[in-house]
């Protein structure tokens, strides 16, 4: 069968054509489909005017003086610049103005976004109607609200805590930690100081059984981060759903814990395809979580699932800001320690000696997982020298990466391709 990722993502690159024979061809794990949404406006009017488990936000509103909308960043696909002017026209109706209206962009590690970026993602309505402010993790004036039950501080942006309705917008995708992303997870870590977020990444990263996180709704780090959000208060979410062309195909909205399981179950319809087992060899796209490698952690956990233990994964990351430009904090943690033994990362934790206990975590799930496959990758925005400190082997087209991988596999190999790694998390089939 013949595949080419360039066609895919309307990328211009001939290393990204490759063919497998249809008797190694063992799955090619296609994002699943849902109706478009074609009245988008009514749709989402609908979901603010009859929310799930919560009045509606009219109603949530009434004589309050002021209104936080906690937004994402660039690396989500929220469709923000439909979605907020149909709040804040809402919002209006129910007699609060503009001027009482802040939009704090939940950054949590990232780095800022510029006016430039702002504008293009938000529309110039938005920003030319209200604040829109980037929350910054390390500067940013915060909260403290104790300790959670497991330890983790409790450090909120102090305009988001002090408002007196909050509200958020975000995307449900899967993710690596809490295993579905929105919800809770706009508030910690989208808003939350650095301490915060370096707690809960490291709980997640140093878990024992990492692939157990992905795709949990009910694992204990999305628990930890809607302890955070309930203790903020969060009033109301609105959590979408896209498809991989970025077409809505669910909008829920309401209470932060039930409008999230809703949206959860519509996108484990379009994210979690059915594959026969695990392949010998697994050729994968980080698209769309390929900004950076902070970024392409994702597809390379989520690739676990498709790959057997002992294979390999030939991985395709455009990585446009390199190594970490998205979250520039992180980037040398990243190179000097993702290829250490786990027990020597985690001592490094335990003793301070890595500070950034939120990307050490990161490493120390990295090093574990890459004790199950081999990974050979191909990417244009990183060095051979980057990549290898990664822990993988650089090649420099998907067609090297499958004949690498066949020298590790020793076997007539049976090969599954995922097109879309970022937001694709398999399931085996039941029965096999």
């Given amino acids: 069968m013949h595949f080419n990722f360039a066609l895919e993502h309307n990328q211009k690159n001939n290393n990204l054509i490759f063919d497998v024979s249809d008797d190694e061809l063992l799955f090619h794990a296609q994002i699943g489909t849902l109706p478009v949404i074609e009245e988008k406006v009514q749709a989402i009017k609908d979901a603010l005017n009859y929310p799930i488990d919560c009045a509606s936000l009219k109603d949530i509103v009434k004589g309050k003086n002021d209104v936080v909308i906690i937004v994402d960043d660039l690396t989500r696909s929220t469709p923000q610049e439909v979605i907020l002017p149909i709040v804040l026209n809402e919002l209006n109706e129910a007699g609060i103005l503009d001027s009482m209206i802040s939009v704090v962009i939940a950054l949590g590690t990232h780095r800022p976004m510029t006016e430039q970026e702002i504008l293009a993602r938000f529309g110039t309505e938005v920003v030319g109607r209200v604040k829109v402010l980037n929350h910054d993790a390390m500067e940013s004036e915060c909260v403290d609200l104790g300790v959670t039950e497991k330890g983790t501080p409790i450090q909120i942006n102090r305009l988001v805590y002090n408002s007196s309705v909050k509200i958020a917008i975000g995307t449900v995708v899967p993710h690596p930690l809490a295993g579905w992303g929105g919800g809770g997870k706009m508030v910690q870590p989208g808003v939350s100081s650095s301490l915060t977020t370096d707690q809960t990444h490291y709980l997640g990263g140093t878990y024992d059984k990492p692939l157990e996180l992905v795709g949990n709704p009910e694992n204990f780090i999305r628990r930890e981060m809607e302890g955070i959000a309930k203790k903020v208060k969060v009033d ?113 934790l335990e003793s301070g000696e890595i500070e950034d206990r939120n990307c ?17 990758c191909i990417s244009p925005g990183m060095t051979d020298d980057e990549i290898e400190k990664l822990g993988f082997t650089p090649v420099h087209s998907i067609e090297e990466g499958i004949a690498a991988a066949r020298s590790v596999v020793r076997k007539q190999p049976q090969i599954g391709v995922i097109p879309f790694g970022g937001e694709t998390i398999v399931m085996q089939r039941a029965g096999k």
């Avoid at 484990?268 to 060899?281: C, G, S």
């Avoid at 990161?362 to 574990?368: D, P, Y």
């Fill in 236 to 348: 109301f979410i609105i959590n979408s759903v896209q498809d991989v062309h970025g077409n809505l195909v669910g909008i829920f909205a309401g209470d932060l814990i039930s409008a999230h399981r809703s949206a959860v179950r519509c996108a484990e319809k379009i994210f979690r395809p059915l594959i026969p087992a695990p392949a010998d060899i697994v050729v994968v796209n980080a698209h769309p979580a390929d900004l950076d490698y902070w970024q392409g952690f994702k597809p390379f956990v989520f690739t676990q699932l498709a790959v057997k233990e002992g294979g390999a994964i030939v991985f395709y990351i455009e990585a446009r800001e390199g190594v970490s430009g998205g979250a520039p904090i992180h980037r040398q943690i990243l190179l000097d320690w993702a290829t250490q033994e786990p027990e020597v990362i985690f001592a490094a």
């Fill in 360 to 376: 050490g975590g990161i490493c120390v799930s990295q090093a574990k997982l890459l004790k199950r496959a081999r990974v050979f």
